[in-house]
T-cell receptor, first 118, second 115 residues
């Protein structure tokens, strides 16, 4: 499957600051990447779909001005949490599909980024 | 709205026994399903998938069964090992009407393997 990396793996920041999380597709060019958020003992919640060269598509209830997504290249998507607050503390995970499988586009996930806002 | 749910939030099994993790889905239009394993502090890891034109698919020590009549999915793990301890998620996708490729995840089942 596809190899996906994330950086940083964990970050601690002060309330009100902005944090950027990178998601990289290491072994193929990904036109689409997905960003998820996961709270402890809960399932993954899709935040947005990141499309290379165009605007991201946000899920209902996700503030696009707070969670800025940039997908400027086929191997990199970034998620910036602007003016972070303690309630934004969570585990952020990105994923990408692997083209060439026809209708079977399994999503492969990155290792996740743990964000703690103090 | 549409959702994918699990019958059992926790499952404890003895090492060497077989494990069965269940999942119910509500979107009858879904035609692709995936099981993921997530260890603590890590991202989900692909285990096995199945298309709706199949009833069963086998991998290494794992088998996925799909019953479209009752919209039920299960993951069977043979000879469960301590390394299998993790949270298991099922996910589904509507391949026809959801070309964006979004996955809908179930609640997750925490599998605990006792030595």
């Amino acid at each position: 499957g596809a190899v996906v990396s994330q950086h940083p793996s964990w970050v601690i920041c002060k309330s009100g600051t902005s944090v950027k999380i990178e998601c990289r597709s290491l072994d193929f060019q990904a036109t689409t990447m997905f960003w998820y958020r996961q709270f402890p003992k809960q399932s993954l919640m899709l935040m947005a779909t990141s499309n290379e060269g165009s605007k991201a598509t946000y899920e209902q209830g996700v503030e696009k001005d707070k969670f800025l997504i940039n997908h400027a290249s086929l191997t990199l998507s970034t998620l910036t949490v602007t003016s972070a607050h303690p309630e934004d503390s969570s585990f952020y995970i990105c994923s990408t599909g692997q083209p060439g499988q026809g209708a079977r586009e399994t999503q492969y996930f990155g290792p996740g980024t743990r964000l703690l806002v103090l | 709205g549409e959702s994918v749910g699990l019958h059992l939030p926790t499952l404890s099994v003895q090492e060497g026994d077989n494990s069965i993790i269940n999942c119910a889905y509500s979107n009858s239009a879904s035609d692709y399903f995936i099981w993921y394993k997530q260890e603590s502090g890590k991202g989900p890891q692909f285990i096995i998938d199945i298309r709706s034109n199949m009833d069963k698919r086998q991998g290494q020590r794992v088998t996925v069964l799909l019953n479209k009549t009752v919209k039920h999915l299960s993951l069977q793990i043979a000879a469960t090992q301590p390394g299998d301890s993790a949270v298991y998620f099922c996910a589904e996708r509507d391949m026809i009407y959801n070309q964006g490729g979004k996955l809908i995840f179930g609640q997750g089942t925490e599998l605990s393997v006792k030595p």
